[in-house]
């Protein structure tokens, strides 16, 4: 069977658009199609008694890379209706197109990963910490006490008062205390554009360090 393969949301996310008998040809046509259409990840796979490979992987201009170790999660729905795919299948289907994807370095080693993106590093890890003190909190039939390194994952409070707040002087735009106890702790650092100094407001906000916040605003990927 050939099966086509689109990407939906991210590179992890993909899903069955079309299955073919041995119409290689009318596969690879409809990918490339997609493909020039949409600018997306396409894909097109071929499972047999007598193949079973990567016919074609047609990429998108890529706006990162992940650690190959990332889940890949697989869709199998067609638009006139649900496709049943055997969990034997798909694994053969998600093995085919990860070794894809490590062949053309979307996924690269998790090692490498972490150098080139030390923010979508200190982002997951944020997150992952987020997910472990909810379910914790679930599990002890709690609710998760607010925090502000949990800001882009929960409601704030209403009588919330941020830590830092934007200022400005004719030499720039710098991160201002906003509360009692709160120091700036950048030492003074100004920019040129408020909209570079509100982002550095916005992370000290969510509870980064102002170590983490410098790595959080590099551009990436950061060479090795």
């Not at 990429?59 to 209706?81: C, E, M, T, V, W």
């Not at 997951?124 to 599990?139: N, T």
């Not at 400005?168 to 570079?196: A, C, H, I, L």
């Amino acid at each position: 069977m050939i099966f086509h393969l689109s990407v939906s949301g991210t590179p992890v996310s993909w899903s069955i658009v079309a299955i073919y008998d041995t119409y290689l040809g009318v596969a690879s046509k409809a990918a490339l199609a997609w493909h020039e259409k949409t600018d997306t990840h396409q894909c097109v796979i071929e499972i047999s008694e007598r193949d079973e490979r990567v016919h074609n992987l047609f990429l998108a201009k890529l706006d990162g890379q992940y650690p190959d170790d990332r889940h890949i999660h697989l869709n199998s729905f067609r638009k006139d209706g649900p496709v049943k795919i055997e969990d034997e299948l798909r694994d053969r289907i998600e093995a085919l197109l990860r070794a894809a994807l490590i062949d053309r370095a979307v996924f690269i080693p998790r090692d490498e990963w972490e150098v080139r993106y030390p923010g979508q590093k200190l982002i997951h890890d944020r997150s992952s910490a987020f997910h472990a003190a909810l379910a914790e909190a679930r599990a002890a039939g709690e609710e998760l006490e607010f925090d502000e390194r949990w800001i882009p994952y929960m409601d704030v409070p209403d009588d919330f008062v941020a830590a830092f707040k934007l200022g400005s002087s004719p030499q720039g735009y710098f991160v201002e205390p906003n509360r009692d106890g709160v120091e700036d702790p950048t030492g003074g650092r100004t920019w040129k554009m408020d909209d570079t100094a509100l982002i550095a407001v916005r992370l000290l906000n969510s509870g980064w360090s102002w170590d983490d916040v410098q790595v959080l605003m590099l551009h990436e990927p950061v060479a090795a």
